[in-house]
């Protein structure tokens, strides 16, 4: 039996949640499309993602916060915090960014397809249960994992997230919850100021938050041996189900807000040491847009991730690296 092509999900309201002179603009998504755009989107099933519903906005987020974020965008919109801004348009951009995560889950665990990808705006991993920041409405990637809990009765979700920004309000969210694991990687100390290693989650949920920080001018070697050895085996220990990644790509050189050094080489070989790890567990992956804010770099790291994600993966031969090895030895004592 063929395999399946990857699924992919996007929506036109992306481009209307409008941010006025940001560097979160609807050309990240005018720049992504456009490179699929030129390689046939890579032969994937591309869908249009409808809106996420009230009950998988509620499974996350408080209803008064959901209500005043309506509220404010059908009035004009505003600066929701310093970083934070969203237009008339900006409840149905984050209603579809949402949607498009809950149904590439659906689509992954229906097995329509053993791997997707959901490419919106606004990005989500911010966004606390009751709180919108840095450039996050909703909690795009914790909705969807949510939502495969709830609705297919999951066990195990593991989200490896890394955008070179801490997902504060992805570990917020799943912080007693045993069923999800949350490793992220990220530049340590940067905004917004959570992500200590120290910080491993509560009650049943203790051990199930991971925070590997990155120092800042680290590269390839770094980040792509933290992943390879020290979030795979993490999240291959979990035994999940279902294996989402919250795809940054501002931990690259060129990305103008933050000070890390990942190269196109480098971000290849961290998609294909999580994409090994779905194929050898037999486990659908999805692909969930974070950050990234230059837009050469999106045009091209987001379609080679694509393309790694819908073959035949084999994990990179990555040297473990001082920072992985650091890693390693604080998790064993």
Known sequence: MPVPPPVLFHHASSLLHDTGDHP?????????????????????????????????????????????????????????????????????????AAGGAVALVDALLSREATAGSSLHRPPGHHAE?????????????????????????????????????????????????????????????????????????????????????????????????????????????HRPQLLLLCAGFDAHAEDPLAGCAVTDDGYAAMTASVAALAQELDVPMGLILEGGYDLGVLARCVPQSLRIIGGPAVAPDVPVHPTAEHALLQRTR
């Open 24 to 96: 979160e603009c609807a050309a990240r998504i005018t720049s992504i499309e456009m490179a699929l755009a030129q390689v046939d989107w890579l032969g994937q099933d591309v869908r249009e993602s409808p809106a996420a519903s009230s009950e998988n906005l509620r499974s996350v987020h408080d209803p008064n916060y959901l209500r005043g974020i309506r509220e404010r965008c059908e009035t004009g919109g505003g600066y929701l915090d310093a970083d934070t801004v969203v237009s008339p348009d900006s409840w149905a951009a984050a209603l579809h």
């Open 129 to 237: 249960p009751a709180r919108a920041m840095g450039f996050c409405v909703l909690g795009n990637a914790a909705i969807a994992a949510q939502h495969a809990l709830d609705a297919y009765g999951l066990e195990r979700v593991a989200i490896i997230d890394w955008d070179v920004h801490h997902g504060n309000g992805t570990q917020a969210i799943f912080w007693e919850e045993p069923r999800v694991l949350t490793c992220s990687l990220h530049q340590f100390p940067f905004w917004p100021g959570t992500g200590a290693a120290s910080q491993v989650g509560a009650g049943p949920g203790a051990g199930f938050t991971v925070n590997l920080p990155m120092a800042a001018g680290t590269g390839d070697d770094a980040w792509a041996s933290m992943v390879e050895h020290v979030a795979v085996p993490v999240a291959r220990a």
